[in-house]
């Protein structure tokens, strides 16, 4: 996202972003070894980009792309939502994927207080877990998420998942 916080940080590392770009702007930053390593990467990525989704495919046979977040979740099963999304937005993608059965890693920053206390509060009860907002970096069973570096296993970790908090409502 060229929000204004990855803008600076992709200045920080060096890369000149291009100016007048809005928060809603897909920011792609590339640091190859030599001038066919950068080709090759913005090939790739303008592949990836360009490539049809499943659900623009002639015939009746092909399944839709999903809408939302709960339902990308429900349809694949997954366990574990990144949400990446401008700060005013990522609150009802979090809730929508916490509902649907996933822990959450909020990417995104500029999540109003309410909001964070909201979702971790939510996430305590479903016994699930929210990192974030602005979480930069995880590594989740060895797959690094953000801002991600090989590390090696360390002494910190949270497990196990903590337990469902009893409500009286």
Do not use: Y
Not at 75 to 91: E, K, M
């Amino acid at each position: 996202m060229a929000t204004e916080l990855n803008l600076d940080l992709a200045r920080g590392m060096g890369f000149e972003p291009p100016d007048g770009v809005s928060a809603d702007a897909l920011l792609i930053a590339i640091r190859a070894r030599d001038a066919a390593a950068l080709q090759a990467a913005q090939a790739a990525a303008e592949a990836a980009l360009a490539a049809p989704s499943a659900g623009s495919a002639g015939g009746s046979s092909v399944e839709a792309p999903a809408r939302t977040v709960g339902s990308a979740i429900r349809r694949s099963g997954g366990t574990l939502a990144l949400i990446s999304v401008p700060g005013p937005h990522a609150f009802t993608e979090a809730m929508d994927a916490l509902e649907a059965g996933c822990d959450v890693m909020v990417f995104s920053d500029n999540v109003p207080i309410d909001q964070e206390v909201r979702l971790k509060s939510v996430a305590a009860e479903l016994g699930r877990l929210v990192m974030g907002p602005d979480c930069g970096t995880a590594v989740v069973g060895g797959v690094g998420l953000g801002f991600s570096h090989t590390v090696q296993p360390g002494p910190v970790g949270v497990w196990p998942r903590p337990a469902p908090v009893a409500s009286s409502c």
